[in-house]
Structure formats: structure tokens, C-alpha cells
């Protein structure tokens, strides 16, 4: 055996064993005649100990190691003299009686600690070197944890992984596809999958009743911070249900995997519509964590003569609690923060109740101490509390006034990284209006089932008709969402119509579904999950990159490979392609 | 709720109960005023009855529905009559009360049958519908459970699941790659996978220390009957080991699949050298559900003017017990069989051991009574055995009756696919020897680690040493194999000198994995298992196809979607490449 314990397993009760282990050289320090080695391997760290007047030579072997030379050593455990409580092996220490230097290793490029001097280019660079910092791997075996959690509650609950190809035909429908060129079909090409949408529709066709993947998908689009070409998702898709059965099952999931990855007990997900998370967070991925909800003032501004609320389409606001105390310049920042030109308000209005009772606030001149208290109240503030108000257009006066809360809540310490809000957001509409191209979209997808309730408005009043459609959202990131699917043809071609596809078109864009579904499909419905923004939203991570292994940089490019990359001539030969100059115009 | 139960849950227990059930019309059946309906989900089957007496309508509505229509009942428990034995819901019926046609179905194309009246290309044009069929979906039951216990196991022994990416790099070593050109990176392309062999073993150098991972891999190799364009491979890899701790690990993970998936308990591998498997087996991967092993005899069968055997560089026997009856058409048929083009020996010898203790062959003229006795003898052949026997040269002898062993052992009913005997097969050779371009090739791969015992022969004899190399082998199928790795860069070096790569040539191939192992790569070895192969070899079926949910045929195409298919015109222009015409030659 290579070694007889990992570099986190030893404790007090092993003082006195003689055992092996092996690692990396975390770091070396000299003091009198003693070098004290901290040995590292993905389980913990361990001190070695060389003695210079037991073993001269020894220590000079283990002097001249540098940083992240690979070694095997074998020693006694010994008591520490003085123990380090933040180590788990901080007990002890291993006194070294034989070393067996591995592997050289030439300086790292930046140092291998939890903060590292590395700038993110050079992490990218040497990725394998970044992933041995124990904060990169944490987010890796988070991951793990994650995917098997998944698997483990689906498995309890009578899914079956069924992995899909990723060799698919291209859809015109939807993000832009990678294409796969066949060389033995030549001229014609693969796809990647944006998803498995259609093969799990396929799937409860086959009556495969309960299915999900962790699936590999691809978008060839232009890439975000949070956005890569490839991306894994949590699929799933349930025969003979209703909407409610596929809320509660995957509300289990939730709950099962804060349980058993996170050890957070979480009773249940509350339910919020498309319509009230709009009315009252400006956002269909309201962030929870904290009230301060939207109170619509049109009705009680009115009348003052003050331009900025008469002609606003909306009027809103949000009471931010003890903040009346804001100064000056804090309210001058806030009002900088909602001028951006990404939040687009024209300006910010704000009520101060003070905690002595009394009412100051930026719109005096047209409101009377007594009008400002019936806002105020309208508002639910107390004495204390700052209120702060938007105006304008509705739909952009919300999304302003959201980003204005969220604002709010980092200021008061309200969005706390290791607090976490999930619920379903219900009820989405069915489709959205494109003033471009005048014509109805899905808003989710085009199989999405109308909630039956509103299949009167579909022709008359196609904008107000409600979808069987969800979201799944946690402290403001949508972490997966899905619908309750058509499963009526009649209905489908009803939808295709709305959305002015042809018949032509929908066989075109859908053909082997539509096929299927000729065959008996069963009612059915699911959803998918993000799992790499799940991680980060488990690990409380910003960017989705920090919890892949080997992620792609904003140009689709993995540095440290230098993928992608020019390929043989003899390659391109065999598939039958040639590459073009890019157009110059 | 869309159903109370499933199809395959009601019981006895259940009698008087009212419930909902939904599912595909298996079959109708009337009988006087009755009519019978099975209704089928992927759970079982139950009897439906419809009483013409009791509700005429609903029954007339019963008899209007096809095979394969979706419909929901609601109805009474009842115990049923005749019981069916056969059914695990056989003790009841449903007396339908309320009937709901929920979609109508083509008639399918073939049954939705155990035994299918489909052919197979119509089967793969309506994979939906062949999926259907509970013994296809049960493959796939299958290959999930596989899968969740690989997981299970090897979460339990602290395994990482790390994904690694699907849009790499091409590199020139290996089968042919499937690329993708990249569209933000123009004329450059990914590669797809062919194994995550250089990410593991730099997550390895990363400090993983225990990766595995249930990729898909692509290979753009010429399809056989057992190969698919993607395909699936649970991939693992160790650090800090020694070959013995991969063995008993992976020993422990198929003992683990066998006992949970299977309920076959197995105590533990033997073990057999890659020279003992040639030697006995004549093969590196021999199914050991029997004996019948090799037996040379050349140093029995010489001096008797049989030219024959003089002039063989090998001799070799197997014993087939109980067959002395061989007649001689049957004897004639295993000359026949041996002498086909794909096994090549030029005739079959045979010495019948009478059950009578005389003897009888086909070398009589060469061989008294007595010397083919002690041929006898040495093949420890009893009275009424047949000792079959090859000659030739060594290597395509040694193949031609290991294809006679394997046809006894399934004349013999030896080969039982209930029975499972799986094996490590150790020892292999570094490099084998390649008479066309003259030079070493290495047997398992570039990065495989010589038997430390064998490196002084490294440039003496190369053809001698052994590697640190093994493969898992059940019922003469290779299901997986791996090695430990090169970790010094000193021996890695040498390795690529004997293999007639220069220093640039290895850095051109194995680029960043060569750079990352300057920083400390630990001792690694691991080792991969086919996915698809493992459940083919579970479920007892002849191809992987089966046991794919969305297999692709021998042209890679998959019939159902029409993959691969022409794109339009303005993805290539996005991509900037062309399509050439075939060369015509």
C-alpha cells in the first residue's frame, strides 16, 4: 500500500503508530534545528517533522524540497506541544523517520492557497494547479454531492436516468446549434442538444412514465460572465400528472437536497404567481429573503399637482425599515444608483419618517406633512423607516424599483449568502407579444400547456391566457422552471396557429414529435433544473465558471487546452468542408 | 391527481376500492355482453371490464377504442374470477364506472408486444414505439440501476464525480475525432471526447485523488454491429496507489453491481496473467464459465512421421467431455467450423476416448494405441471425453481453438448468459510489435507504467516487459481495463524515445498534460469500464444497440430524427466553412 492514512485522518488516538502517508508539499518552515513540513492531499494536512540532530541527513533531504514536491514519508505519530485547533489534525504531528522524495515540482505560478495570488487568466491558465486549492475543490465535491443527492431522491421516487443521444438532428427552433459534420453522411451534420426537450417528450411517449438526465447541453451563443457554450442540467419529465403533482415532487427535491447536502430543514416551497411576483417584487425571480414589497401609490399621490406622479403610469414604492436616518449623501447615491443608464429612472423620490414622528421627504413642496403620513401608511412604515419611491412607465418603473430593493437589501445586510429563499413563481403567461416581429412567442416553449381555465381568451385575448408554467427560484436566481405539456393534437396545431406557424412549418421545426404524438402521447409535464447555477447558488458563488472543472472563457476558449484549435488538413479532407474567409464588410 | 395507482400495483387488497387509473389500451376482448380491456403503464398491466348490461353506452364507448389509445378510468376493485397466475395483478379488475378517452392512436406500425412482429428498421423508424415494449424498457431499467450503483459504490469509497468537457481539444493520437467548428473562434474547431483519459489524469495532478465519472465518449470509427458513434464509459481514476489497490477496488465495485442489481453474490476476481490467459485461453479476454483449457502437446506428439504436427510450431488440444459420441457428421462440422476463412486452420485432429477406455482418431496412422493414451493422459482425459487438437503456428492456432472452445462450450450448453464468471486478466505486454511500420506501439497506452520489475529490459528487450496493465473481463467480454500511469518524467521520456516519438512529437500530442506534470503529478492509475457492454452483458443480449435508448445505426444515423441531416445555409455561413464535393476517384 502506497499509504496508510490520507493527510486528514489522524488524530489523537493514532499517537504512537507508525504510518505512511503521501502528498504535496504545502509549505516548509526551519526553526532551530527542527523543519516542520506541511503535507497536503484533498483530505487535509498533516505536520512532518525532521529533527536535524536525529537525522542530519534526512533533514537536509527534506530542507532542499521545494513547494509541491510530491513525497511518500514514513514516521510515528507524536503529540503536538502546540496544537492547532483549526486543523483537524492539529493534535499531532509526524515525526519522520523515512522520506521518499516522488516528484519534483518546478515553481507553481501562483501560490496554492485558499487566497491565492494568481489573477484569474493565470488560474485559467493552469487550471489543474487552481483546482488543487482546497476552496476550487470544495465547489467540485459540492457538486458531486449535489448531482448525487439528485440522483438519490429522483432514484427513491421511481425516476429512471435515461441519457439521451448528443448526436442530434439540427431544429431551426430556438438558440443557436454546434454542428457535428458527418463523414460518413457526407455534406449533412449533427447537432449538439440545447436540451433533451424532445427525447423526453419522446420518452413519456414510450411511456417511460418518470424520467430524468443529467444532461450535457450546448448553445453556441454569445457568452456572459454566468453563460457557458456547454452546461448541465437536471431534466426531468413525469407522465399522468397535473401541474400540482409536478410542484410537490420537485419541491421533495428541494427540500431533500438542502437536507442532505446543505443540513438546512426547509418545510415547504410557498407559491407566488407570475402576476403578484411582478406586482410586488418587479421580478419573476423575486428574491425572498427579505419583505420590503412594493406598495402601488398611484391612488394616493394623485391631485398634488406634481407632474412626475400625475403623468407616471405607476407609482411605487418600497419602505426600507430604519433607514430614516439616511444622510444626504446616502440618498444622493441611491439616487445615482436608480439613474444608471442600465435602471433608467428618471429620479428618486424619498419619504423619511422619522423616529420623532414627524415627516420629511423630497416632495414637500407638494404634499402637505398630513398627505405624506397617508402614504406613509399606505406603506405600512413606522416611525423610522425611509420610503422610497418610483415613477414612470409600469413596466419599466418596476424593474427599476426592483433593482432598488435588491440594492436596498445588500445595504441592510438582508441577502445573506447562507440564508436561502426558494419558491415556485406559478401562473407565467402563456405567451409574450414582439413588438418587432408583431406576433405572439412562447414565453415558455411551444408545447407549453395553456391552463385550461383561460382556453376561452386563447383567440379573443391570446395575451392574457395563463400557462401551466413554473419556475423554480432561489434568492433571486432562477434555478429551473418547466410547464405541463400539450398533449392534445387539436390544441397543439391551435397554439401553432397563434404563434403564425404553418402546419408546413411546425412538421419542419418539430417533425418527430409531432409524429409521435400521433401514437398515443400521454398527458404529461416536467421541468429542468440549472445544475451548475445550482452549485453556485449552493456554494454562494457569484459566476457559474467557479464550480466547472475546466470551464471556457468568454470566448469560448479553454486556455489551458487551447481548444478549440486548427485541425489537419486531412481532417477537413475527410468531412468533406473547407473553411471560408470570414466576410469582411 | 391523474391516478390513484399504477397499472402494476393492485392487489388483492385493494378489492372494493374505487380508483383511478391511466394508461395505453394493451388489448380488447369482448365476451357475450362483456368487454375485457388491459390497460398497460410502465408498472404492469390490469383487466378492465366494461359491462354491456350494466352501462351500455360506456361499454359501446370501450369497444370504439384502438390498440395504443390513452385513456383514464375510475372504477371498483374487484377479485377476479379466473385468476391469472402469470399477472402480478392477476387476482383483480376494475369494474369502470367512469371511462375518459384522453388521445386516440394511430394504429402502430407493429405490436407493442414481449415478441414484436416488428423487423428491425421499422422498430428504429418508431424507436418511441419499440420503447414501449416492456422488454426493450427494461433494458433501460436496467442500465439506470447499473448506473446508480456504480455511483453508490463509488460514492461510498469517496470517488469524485467530476464532469469533464465534451468541447475539447483534437488531438492527433488515437481513433478519428468528431470536431466542431467553432463559430466565435474562426477556422478553429473542438474536438468531441474520445475518453476524458488526459482530464482525469490531470485531475489527478490536481490532488482529486479518487475522479470517476459516467461519460460519453465519441469515436468517428467505421460502425460495427457492438459499436456506436457515442457511447458511455464509467471512468475512474486513483491516486497514490498501487495496481493491487485498483484491483481489489474495482473487484469490489463488480462484486457491489452483481449483488445489488443482480442479486448474484461473488467472493472475489481470480486472477490470470495475460501469458496464462494466451496460454490456456488463447485469448486476453477467455471466458472461464468452463475449463476445456489448452493443452500442448507438442513435445507428446513429435517423432511419429506426422508432418502435420512435426512441422507445427504449436500443437494444441482441448478436452470435451462426455463427446466421445461424436458422430462423424458432427465431427465433420467442427472441420468444417474450424477451417472457415475467420478461424483459418487447415483441419481438426480428434481422438475419441471411448467410454470403453479404447481409442479412436484421426491420426491412427501415425499414433499407436499407446501413444495416443499418453496424449490422452496428458490432456487428463477420461473415458468417453474427445480431445480435439490444432496445429500450426502459435499465435493463429492458439486463436483458432479458442474459437473451438468457445463453439464446445455453447454445443455443451457451458455458456449460460445466467451464469457470470468474471476475471482480471493481468500481466499484458508494454508494447506490441507492429511488422508493417516496424516499431513499437504501446499495447494499452502512451502514459501505461512498465512493471517496475521488467525496466531494465526497457531497451534491451522491450518486447518483454510487462506492463502495469489489467482488464476486467465477463464471459469472454472485456468490459473494462486501465493501468497505472508514468508519473516521472524521466521514464515517460523514455517510453516516447522506444515508441519513435521526439521530444516535440509527445509535447505536440500530449501538450498540456506534459506541462502539468512538471508540478507534481502523483503516482495515478485507473482504469475504464464500458457502460453499454456492462448492461448488454447483464441483460444476457448480443449488442450494445438494445440497451441505448436511442441507438444510431451502422451508418450513424438515427432513422427516427433524421440525424445526421443538411443545415441551412446560413449556419455554414456563420461557421465560415463550405461543403466540398466528395472526392470522386
Known amino acids: 500500500m502506497f499509504r496508510t492514512h490520507t493527510c486528514g485522518e489522524l488524530r489523537h488516538t493514532h499517537v504512537n503508530e507508525t504510518v505512511t502517508l503521501a502528498g504535496w508539499v504545502q509549505k516548509t518552515r526551519k526553526m532551530g534545528g527542527m523543519t516542520f513540513v506541511d503535507l497536503r492531499d484533498r483530505y487535509g494536512v498533516t505536520q512532518l517533522v525532521f529533527n536535524q540532530d536525529v537525522n542530519a541527513e534526512l533533514c537536509e533531504k527534506a530542507n532542499r524540497m521545494g513547494r509541491e514536491w510530491v513525497i511518500q514519508v514514513k514516521g510515528e505519530v507524536a503529540e503536538r506541544s502546540n496544537k492547532n485547533p483549526n486543523l483537524s489534525t492539529g493534535d499531532i504531528e509526524l515525526i519522520v523517520s523515512e522520506l521518499n522524495i516522488i516528484n519534483e515540482s518546478k515553481t507553481p505560478p501562483f501560490t496554492i492557497e485558499d487566497d491565492t495570488d494568481g489573477g484569474d487568466d493565470l488560474r485559467m491558465e493552469y487550471r489543474y494547479l487552481d483546482l488543487r486549492r482546497s476552496s476550487v475543490r470544495k465547489n467540485m465535491e459540492l457538486r458531486h454531492r449535489i448531482a448525487f443527492e439528485v440522483r438519490r431522491y429522483l432514484d427513491q421516487q421511481n425516476f429512471l436516468e435515461v441519457e439521451t443521444p448528443i448526436l442530434i438532428k439540427s431544429t431551426p427552433e430556438g438558440a443557436r446549434d454546434f454542428v457535428v459534420p458527418s463523414r460518413m453522411n457526407s455534406g449533412e451534420f449533427y447537432a449538439l442538444p440545447q436540451s433533451p426537450q424532445l427525447y423526453k417528450q419522446l420518452l413519456m411517449v414510450s411511456g417511460f412514465d418518470r424520467y430524468f438526465q443529467i444532461a450535457k447541453c450546448f448553445r453556441d451563443e454569445d457568452l456572459r460572465a454566468d453563460r457557458q457554450p456547454e452546461f448541465t442540467q ?19 427535491m428541494m ?49 398634488h399637482d406634481f407632474v412626475v406622479f400625475d403623468s407616471a403610469e405607476y407609482v411605487g414604492g418600497i419602505c426600507a425599515e430604519g433607514c430614516a436616518t439616511y444622510t444626504r449623501k446616502q440618498l444622493d447615491e441611491l439616487t445615482d444608483f436608480v439613474k444608471r443608464p442600465q435602471i433608467g429612472a428618471k429620479g428618486l423620490v424619498y419619504i423619511k419618517y422619522e423616529a420623532d414622528g414627524t415627516i420629511k421627504s423630497s416632495i414637500d413642496k407638494f404634499y402637505t406633512a398630513d398627505d405624506l403620513k397617508k402614504i406613509a401608511e399606505a406603506m405600512n412604515a413606522k416611525p423610522g423607516d ?21 440594492e436596498m437589501g445588500s445595504r441592510l445586510g438582508l441577502r445573506d449568502k447562507n440564508k436561502f429563499a426558494p419558491l415556485w413563481v406559478i401562473d407565467f403567461p402563456l405567451f409574450e407579444w414582439d413588438e418587432d416581429t408583431q406576433r405572439f412567442y412562447a414565453m415558455h416553449h411551444a408545447f407549453t400547456s395553456p391552463n385550461l381555465e383561460d382556453t376561452p381568451y386563447l383567440e379573443s385575448d391570446p395575451g392574457r391566457v395563463r400557462a401551466y408554467a413554473y419556475d423554480m427560484v432561489i434568492n433571486g436566481v432562477e434555478l429551473g422552471g418547466g410547464s405541463i405539456r400539450i398533449h392534445s393534437s387539436e390544441l397543439q396545431h391551435k397554439i401553432f396557429r397563434l404563434m403564425g406557424f404553418s402546419e408546413e412549418e411546425a412538421q419542419y421545426k418539430f417533425g418527430f414529435l409531432m409524429d409521435a404524438f400521433k401514437y398515443g402521447a400521454p398527458p404529461h409535464g416536467g421541468l429542468a433544473f440549472g445544475l451548475d447555477r445550482c452549485v453556485s447558488l449552493f456554494a454562494g458563488l457569484d459566476s457559474i465558471r467557479d464550480c466547472i472543472a475546466f470551464p471556457k472563457n468568454n470566448s469560448g476558449r479553454d486556455v489551458m487546452s487551447g481548444a478549440p484549435s486548427q485541425i489537419e488538413e486531412s481532417q477537413l479532407k475527410e468531412l468533406n468542408i473547407n473553411i471560408t474567409l470570414p466576410d469582411i464588410e
Do not use: W
Open 234 to 252: 437536471i431534466d426531468c419529465e413525469m407522465s399522468y400528472v397535473e401541474q400540482e403533482d409536478v410542484l410537490n415532487l420537485f419541491e421533495g
Open 255 to 303: 427540500i431533500h437536497l438542502f437536507k442532505y447536502v446543505k443540513d438546512i430543514t426547509i418545510d415547504s416551497l410557498p407559491r407566488i404567481t407570475y402576476a403578484d411576483a411582478m406586482r410586488l417584487y418587479g421580478s419573476d425571480k423575486p428574491d425572498i429573503r427579505f419583505g420590503m414589497t412594493f406598495v402601488e401609490l398611484k391612488e394616493f399621490v394623485g391631485g
Open 386 to 406: 425611509l420610503i422610497l419611491i418610483l415613477a414612470g412607465s409600469k413596466v419599466k418603473t418596476q424593474k427599476a424599483l426592483c433593482e432598488l430593493r435588491l
